[in-house]
């Protein structure tokens, strides 16, 4: 009897984290892999690419900007720009200038506007369109973000941050959450322990959400979960 108690004030209390956690941001987290592309002037390049995702759990969740963005000591200080890329912001003109490696292997922010369902999404023409960034970012030109950096939907109305579905942590195509970064480095480079700030909320004329986050680390609320369903598996483990 005492352990059936212990069960139902578990399930109980799962409930009640989860309603508490309902239409959050709930984690940043990258999908890495590496990828070999075709540059402008036909030379191959090889890049380490870390594509930095925000997660959700409500499909209404929309991103509006991400700000004090501060890396860790792990992540590269320089990242790969393609010839025909114009910096941060994505860009693809389109044409000639649309090459493999600007599709590809190409850094920029952004806040959504890229395609999803695809484990790699690919910087075409018009993708990302809107995508501003603060003045701390340290400029289109930067070689990596600056400390407390920012950058934001440019237009809102556009919904580009809204949430859908992303490869998660291992490359699963069953993730919710949207695009807001892509890191390329020649070199080796970790964005795990970076640390951020978002702000998000549940479409057009609905407040905002603010959070902090760390890169690949869960947040309280997920581990709170993971918590409350252990306890739960062993309340029913005793009473079995």
């Known amino acids: 009897m005492m352990n059936q108690t212990k069960t139902a004030i578990g399930a109980s209390a799962i409930l009640t984290l989860a309603a508490a956690a309902s239409a959050d941001i709930t984690g940043a987290y990258t999908f890495n892999y590496s990828v070999t592309a075709a540059d402008f002037d036909g030379s191959d390049v090889t890049v380490n690419v870390q594509d930095l995702y925000l997660s959700s759990n409500d499909s209404n969740d929309t991103v509006l900007n991400v700000f004090n963005y501060n890396a860790s000591s792990t992540a590269a200080t320089s ?32 806040i959504g506007g890229f395609a999803q369902d695809t484990l790699a999404p690919e910087q075409a023409p018009g993708s990302g369109a809107g995508s501003g960034l603060d003045p701390n970012f340290g400029g ?101």
Request: proline fraction near 8%.
């Open 79 to 110: 990242y790969f720009q393609s010839f025909t890329g114009t910096g941060w912001q994505p860009t693809n003109l389109g044409g000639p200038f649309d090459t493999p490696a600007l599709r590809a292997a190409d850094s920029f922010v952004t």
């Open 140 to 240: 289109n030109g930067a070689a990596a973000p600056g400390a407390d950096a920012g950058w934001y939907n440019g237009s809102p109305p556009s919904l580009n941050g809204q949430v859908g579905s992303v490869p998660d942590f291992g490359g699963n195509l069953t993730g919710l959450g949207v695009l807001i970064g892509r890191f390329a480095s020649i070199g080796d480079s970790d964005l795990s322990f970076s640390t951020l700030e978002v702000t998000w909320n549940q479409g057009l004329g609905t407040p905002g959400q603010q959070g902090s986050f760390t890169v690949n680390v869960p947040g309280p609320g997920a581990i709170a979960l993971l918590g409350v369903a252990g306890f739960i598996t062993r309340g029913r483990r005793r009473s079995a």
